[in-house]
Structures are given as structure tokens and as C-alpha cells.
């Protein structure tokens, strides 16, 4: 779980009916100091060192009945509303990350030079630098169109998968790209351009991999 060494007070999901399915499932606000709440390791990932995530085990944890977040049963119905939200804070966040590697990179290959010319005069360097810039606004519009309408209540599950599944790909591609443009310089994490690629990665999988964003928009257009 992500923060789960810092939170001091947690939502759990927890299955409170497990015959009823996904109305079976209900929110409950716990304090990690309860008995039965135990944190474990904090993991060693391959990015994002800034941010712990965090083994959490429970052991015949005990909630009071006024604990329960919302309506009981209504949990999976919960969490189903914020997706839409988690993903695009996702694909800002995809936006934002990608904007910083185009920067770094534009600087870098002002800079450098081989076989007597900077970088950015070869045409292959332009030439990708272009597709990146073009690609990120691109996702940059869709993602400001995206938090309009969830300022409006009207952003539906697939549109936002949409988003994080098209922004978290791009951002991906411009970390690949910008480090190829660092040479053997990108590989070295005293360069922030590798501390962005090994953190980009990540990105395709949490808030729900892009597989899964696949299958949500094509259930969107072809039903289960
Ligand atoms: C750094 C980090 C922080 C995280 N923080 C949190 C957190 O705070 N809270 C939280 O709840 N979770 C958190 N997660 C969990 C994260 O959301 C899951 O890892 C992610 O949703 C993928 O689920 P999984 O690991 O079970 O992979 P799996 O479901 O086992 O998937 C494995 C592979 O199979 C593919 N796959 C699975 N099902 C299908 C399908 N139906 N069709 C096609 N392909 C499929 C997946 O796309 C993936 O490639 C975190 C994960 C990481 C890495």
C-alpha cells in the first residue's frame, strides 16, 4: 500500500457479506495503533523511492461498529465512484512528468555536442523531439477536457481509463526517448532523466494496469 508506513489512519475494504458479491463489500476507517494492525516492510521498488509502500497485515484486528465508512455494503459502490478521479490525478501526473523530461532533454541537447554540432542540429533528435511535443499536447487536451467534465460529475469510468491507459503509454515513450537522447549519461541516476524512467514505469501498472484499461473501454463499446 502506498504511505502505508506513514497513514496513521487507513480505509480498509473488507468483506462483510462474502456471499453477496461486490454488495458484500463495506469501507471501515482504522487507526493503525489498534491492536491487529501491523505494518511490515516498506518494499525496495524499482522507482517512485520518494514514496513508501508498505506491507500491512492484520491480525484479529477488531473495528467498532462506528468505524464503518458510509453505508455498509455500499464499499465496492464506493470505490467504483473515485476511480474516475484516481486515474486522471494518474494522467496529470503522466503529463506533468512527461513535460519535465521534454525540458531536461531540450536543455541537454542544446548543450551537447558530437561530431562537431549540438545534438539538437542532428535530424533524427528533432524529429523525435517533434512526435514527443506533438504527442503531449495531444494527451494534455484530452486530459484538461477530462477534469472539466469531472468538475461537472460527468466523467464515466471509460473516458478516465482512457486517460491514464493514453497518457501513462506516452509518458513512457518519452522517458524511453528522452534517455536515449542522454546517451550513456541517461543510465546514470545522478541524471534525473533515469530516476524518471525507472518512476514512469510504474505508472502503467498502479490505479490498474493498461490491460485493464483496454478491457474497460472496450466493455464500453462492446458490453462484457
Ligand atoms: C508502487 C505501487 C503502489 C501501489 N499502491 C497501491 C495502493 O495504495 N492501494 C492499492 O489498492 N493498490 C496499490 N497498488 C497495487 C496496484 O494497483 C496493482 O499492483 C495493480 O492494479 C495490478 O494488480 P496486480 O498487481 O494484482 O496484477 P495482476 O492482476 O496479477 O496482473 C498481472 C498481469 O496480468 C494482466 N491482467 C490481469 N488481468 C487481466 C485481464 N482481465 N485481461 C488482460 N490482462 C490482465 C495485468 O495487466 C498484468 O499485466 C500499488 C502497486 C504498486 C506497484
Redesign the pocket.
Known amino acids: 500500500?502506498?504511505?502505508?508506513q506513514h497513514a496513521d489512519l487507513t480505509v480498509i475494504v473488507a468483506k462483510t457479506a462474502p456471499k453477496l458479491g461486490s454488495k458484500g463489500i463495506s469501507l471501515f476507517l482504522v487507526d493503525t495503533l489498534w491492536p491487529g494492525f501491523n505494518k511490515g516492510k516498506n518494499l525496495d521498488?524499482l522507482g517512485?523511492h520518494a514514496?513508501d509502500?508498505s506491507e500491512l497485515f492484520f491480525t484479529d484486528l477488531k473495528v467498532p461498529i462506528n468505524s464503518l465508512l458510509g453505508e455498509e455494503g455500499a464499499g465496492f459502490a464506493y470505490l467504483m465512484q473515485e476511480l474516475p478521479r484516481e486515474r486522471l490525478i494518474i494522467a496529470a501526473l503522466a503529463i506533468g512528468a512527461s513535460e519535465g523530461m521534454l525540458n531536461w532533454t531540450l536543455d541537454y541537447v542544446t548543450q551537447r555536442k558530437a561530431f562537431k554540432q549540438t545534438l539538437g542540429q542532428f535530424q533524427n533528435t528533432r524529429f523525435k523531439l517533434a512526435e514527443l511535443k506533438t504527442s503531449l499536447e495531444i494527451n494534455r487536451a484530452f486530459v484538461d477536457q477530462c477534469i472539466e467534465r469531472l468538475k461537472e460529475n460527468d466523467l464515466d469510468v471509460a473516458t478516465a481509463a482512457m486517460a491514464k491507459l493514453s497518457t501513462t503509454e506516452m509518458q513512457g515513450q518519452v522517458a524511453d526517448a528522452c534517455l536515449q537522447m542522454f546517451g550513456g549519461y541517461g543510465y546514470m541516476m545522478e541524471y534525473p532523466i533515469a530516476r524518471a524512467f525507472a518512476d514512469a514505469r510504474?505508472q502503467r501498472?498502479?490505479?490498474?494496469?493498461?490491460?485493464?484499461m483496454?478491457?474497460i473501454i472496450a466493455r464500453s463499446m462492446l458490453g462484457k
Not at 500500500?1 to 502505508?4: A, D, F, K, P, S
Not at 490505479?207 to 485493464?212: A, D, F, P, R, V
Open positions: 500500500m502506498t504511505n502505508g521498488k517512485l514514496s509502500t510504474v501498472i498502479y490505479g490498474g494496469t493498461s490491460e485493464i483496454k478491457e
